[in-house]
């Protein structure tokens, strides 16, 4: 099944070109010509209204998503600017590092500079798609969801991993050695288990599919041993209550699924978002908030949407990068 986009009319097409036309200061000729078309047909006025409201609903989170890339780029720069080692690399200026990563910016759609800086430090990086599954040298079993990235250390006594994005499904192998997993602030300790760990907004959770693992939402805070079908979330730092769950159910994404119940559209699209190749953004928080329950196929994420769409009755809207905008 195909999630159709709704069909767009010329209007709204030339709205979107006036919005464009009268950003910042138009001059008086614009301006004359902007309200001759407005007044030209109702359709046009309709129009219009339709594309203020859109642009007024995506100001906040388009700022947002700006900050966001801006940050991660400003970091990558600095990096890339930093001295490299003798005989080893050129150094690379602000202005040539400039030219390079815009210019891939341009050419890859979807493009993530938030993450890509993350990568840089990453030893196994999933892409947008399918699941990935990775090895580690002590013959543990990691598989990694879509659009998510770790960093590993075996090098010393205590095997480390660290979570820098998305989810991870540990199956452990016993080698005497403590394995301890990472997730910003946050620390799993493995007692000897089948667990996943889960970076969420402002957060993560901690599902086990069997043995036991120790969660500690942040340095200071109270250990919590969990065990088989047992899930423990945390956010600002402070754990939350171990609840009881179907973990088979829960870690479905492995198998390429997607289930959840009573869930936030906004935890919904997060953890959707990897399998498409680009951005969805959820518009304002009252949408955001609205929860569901279901099982679905990550395959076509376009056609989760759809049929989010119907339970939810939000509007999408697509647009070049390929970013879907649902308010």
């Known amino acids: 099944m195909t999630a159709r986009r709704p069909v767009e009319s010329f209007s709204s097409r030339q709205a979107r070109h006036w919005l464009a036309a009268l ?3 138009p001059d008086a000729a614009t301006q004359a010509a902007f309200e001759r078309w407005h007044a030209a047909h109702p359709a046009n006025a309709l129009a219009w209204d339709e594309a203020m409201s859109l642009w007024q609903a995506t100001d906040a989170p388009a700022r947002r998503l700006a900050a966001d890339d801006a940050s991660a780029l400003h970091a990558l720069l600095e990096r890339m600017d930093a001295p490299a080692p003798p005989r080893a690399f050129r150094r690379i200026t602000w202005a040539s590092a400039a030219v390079v990563v ?9 493009w993530r500079p938030d993450r890509w800086v993350e990568d840089l430090a990453a ?7 399918p699941v990935c599954n990775v090895t580690l040298a002590d ?7 879509a659009g998510s990235a770790i960093a590993v250390d075996l090098s010393s006594s205590e095997r480390h991993v660290e979570l820098r994005r998305g989810a991870v499904f540990f199956k452990v192998a016993h080698t005497g050695a403590p394995f301890v997993v990472q997730s910003g602030a946050s620390q799993v300790r493995v007692l000897g288990t089948e667990f996943a760990v889960r970076q969420t907004s402002g957060g993560g959770r901690v599902t086990v599919l069997a043995g036991r693992v120790s969660v500690r939402a942040a340095p200071g805070e109270p250990e919590q041993v969990l065990q088989g079908n047992q899930q423990v979330s945390w956010a600002g730092g402070h754990a939350g209550e171990v609840a009881k769950v ?3 159910a829960q870690l479905a994404w492995r198998e390429g699924w997607l289930t959840w119940y009573q869930a936030p559209l906004s935890e919904v699209v997060a953890e959707l978002e990897p399998y498409y190749p680009g951005r ?3 518009l304002g928080d009252a949408l955001g908030q609205r929860t569901l329950s279901g099982s679905f196929p990550t395959k076509d994420p376009q056609a989760v949407l759809g049929a989010l769409q119907k339970i939810l009755g939000f509007e999408q809207h697509h647009l ?6 649902l308010r």
């Open 23 to 25: 950003a910042g200061r």
């Open 102 to 110: 815009l210019a891939l910016g341009a050419l890859i759609g979807g």
């Open 123 to 129: 030893d196994h990086v999933c892409p947008a798609g």
């Open 139 to 145: 013959g543990s079993e990691l598989t990694l969801d």
């Open 246 to 248: 179907d973990s088979a």
């Open 280 to 282: 969805i953004v959820v």
């Open 320 to 325: 070049p990068g390929p970013v879907i905008l």
